[in-house]
């Protein structure tokens, strides 16, 4: 099966910076789009950035001009560097990989178990 990995959580003071990444392996023929969800106690989960196997990207309009999205193909790895860090950018970030297992496959979205980002002073 599928499994991502994700690394490089933690806390943060406010104006930081994280770097995210998250792994995935297992049985994957091709992955097409990658990205990064986050979900804060009480809030609804949104999405952060996406980036497709060509390389193109889309942010929430809060992250823009902060967050660099970027995937290393080869290594079936996405990341997320996170700069100028604000408290609410505090939350569970989650990536995910829309994952074609075998030849033919029709895509499916796989998750990672998330990993906690604490922005505080």
């Known amino acids: 099966q599928v499994q991502l990995v994700e690394s490089g959580g933690g806390l943060v003071q406010p104006g930081g910076s994280l770097r995210l990444s998250c792994e995935c392996s297992?049985?994957?023929?091709?992955?097409?789009?990658m990205g990064w969800y986050r979900q804060a106690p009480g809030k609804q989960r949104e999405l952060v950035a996406k980036?497709?196997?060509?390389?193109?990207?889309k942010y929430v309009d809060s992250a823009k001009d902060r967050f660099t999205i970027s995937r290393h193909n080869g290594k079936n790895t996405v990341y997320l560097e996170m700069n100028s860090l604000r408290l609410e950018d505090t939350a569970v970030y989650y990536c995910?990989?829309?994952?074609?297992?075998?030849?033919?496959?029709?895509?499916?979205?796989?998750w990672g178990q998330g990993t906690q980002v604490t922005v505080s002073s």
């Open positions: 995910y990989a829309e994952v074609h297992i075998r030849l033919f496959a029709s895509p499916q979205d796989y």
């Open positions: 297992g049985s994957i023929f091709r992955i097409d789009d």
């Open positions: 980036i497709t196997a060509g390389g193109s990207t």
